[in-house]
């Protein structure tokens, strides 16, 4: 197996070439007893024209690492996101099957990559985790800690993801991990970028390990990052989680029962405008007799549910299918279960409770009407493939 770390710079003049020697000597000093070549192990600097000459001091390395030190340069500042994307984009077509991400900072430490080195073996993806037992990061502040460990957990609630440290940016990946990611789908250009590829790989179910490493701040150059790239990052979770989904055909079951449950109720209360809107109309207005009248705003709001329902609420179940009279039966049945629901629940509540205002008895008939109509539909009107 082929190596290239991908080393994304902006301003690390002060850093780099330190760095590379660093890592080309960690490389050296380990025997791996697995099958990665480390002779043919290189380093892919991706340089954004650093104004601080970057790029020259690679360039002028290069004559020392031949063969083993590259440099792609990049007109302007791009995101950290996308100058790995560039770097996998470089090795996967020059044969390379492990790639390993790392700050130019010394944030990461090299002595880990033996040790991520025999964990690839065996996984997809390793993870050079602060989060894990053992692992830690050594010379923030409080508030620093604080902001990351909260970010990471927003994370993980969000995306629902068991990985412990998902914005960490020292990974190892195989060839076959990065090839199950849909690349050229990743939205994210900054800060987000970690977060985006370890819950695409993730959700696409590859092996992913966690190794503990004590991450160190930088001592020399600047941070690039800020508060607006740290919102960003944030408010870019939700579209991440909804891309992602998207793209690996996996929805939660929970998010997608939340998210049709929620139209389902907006469906429902929508029917209801149209239904008191025409009983207006025809009993108050033309004053034509209740009974049919109520008949027939029923049948008109639950028509207008049928469709709402079809096409927006199980979308992901009915798909481009055509709207059926056959299905319109079955969900006026599945309606006519939740009014009975509805009837029972209410004349139940006011015998066993006796409440101050009859119009509770009736909401808790609204609420039993409305989750038995939702259920039969989901199992029985629109179920998958039926
Ligand atoms: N090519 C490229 N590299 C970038 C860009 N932004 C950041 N980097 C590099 O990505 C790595 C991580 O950036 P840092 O500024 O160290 O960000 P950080 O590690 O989250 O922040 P600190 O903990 O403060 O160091 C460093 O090697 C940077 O030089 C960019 O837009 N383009
Ligand atoms: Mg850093």
Redo the contacts with the bound molecule.
């Keep these: 197996m082929k190596l290239l770390i991908a080393?994304?710079?902006?301003?690390?003049a002060e850093?780099i070439e330190k760095f590379v020697k660093a890592v080309f000597e960690s490389l050296q000093s380990v025997t791996v007893d697995g099958n990665v070549n480390l002779d043919a192990a290189g380093i892919l600097v991706?340089?954004?024209n650093s104004p601080d000459g970057t790029a020259g001091i690679v360039e002028n390395l290069i004559g020392l690492y031949p063969q083993r030190l590259h440099l792609l340069k990049?007109p302007g500042?791009?995101?950290?996101g996308?100058?790995y994307l560039a770097a996998f984009d470089w090795g996967l077509s020059r044969g390379y099957d492990v790639f390993l991400e790392m700050?130019?900072?010394f944030?990461h430490n090299p002595s880990y990559i033996p040790v991520m080195l025999k964990e690839i073996e065996t996984h997809d993806v390793v993870i050079g985790s602060r989060n894990v037992s053992g692992g830690g990061v050594e010379g923030w502040s409080f508030l620093r800690n604080f902001i990351s460990k909260g970010g990471s957990l927003y994370a993980r609630l969000v995306l629902g993801c068991t990985i412990k440290d998902l914005t960490g940016?020292f990974n190892m990946w195989t060839k076959a991990a990065l090839e199950k990611i849909n690349l050229s789908g990743v939205i994210s250009k900054?800060?987000s970028f970690q977060v985006e590829m370890k819950f695409r790989a993730y959700s696409a179910g590859s092996c992913v390990k966690e190794i503990p490493i004590i991450f160190v701040?930088?001592k020399l150059?600047?941070?690039?990052?800020s508060k607006k790239i740290f919102v960003e990052a944030l408010l870019n979770m939700w579209k991440i989680k909804k891309i992602t989904g998207i793209d690996s055909g996996i929805d939660s079951g929970i998010d997608q029962f939340i998210d049709q449950f929620i139209k389902f109720a907006v469906t429902g209360a929508l029917g209801t405008v149209t239904n008191l809107l025409i009983f207006f109309f025809c009993a108050d207005v033309f004053g034509l007799p209740e009974i049919p009248v109520s008949i027939f705003c029923f049948l008109v709001a639950v028509s207008q549910n049928y469709v709402f329902n079809h096409r927006w609420s199980f979308r992901q179940n009915t798909g481009q299918e055509a709207l059926s009279f056959k299905k319109w039966l079955k969900f006026t049945g599945a309606s006519l279960f939740g009014l009975a629901a509805n009837i029972v629940i209410m004349k139940a509540v006011l015998l066993n409770f006796s409440p101050a205002f009859k119009v509770i008895a009736q909401a808790c008939g609204i609420a039993a009407g409305m989750v038995i109509n939702f259920i039969l539909s989901k199992l029985f009107v629109f179920r998958r493939n039926s």
């Design positions: 080393i994304p710079t902006y301003n690390e850093n991706v340089d954004d990049r500042k791009q995101g950290l996308t100058a700050d130019a900072d944030s940016g900054g800060y701040d930088r150059g600047k941070s690039k990052m």
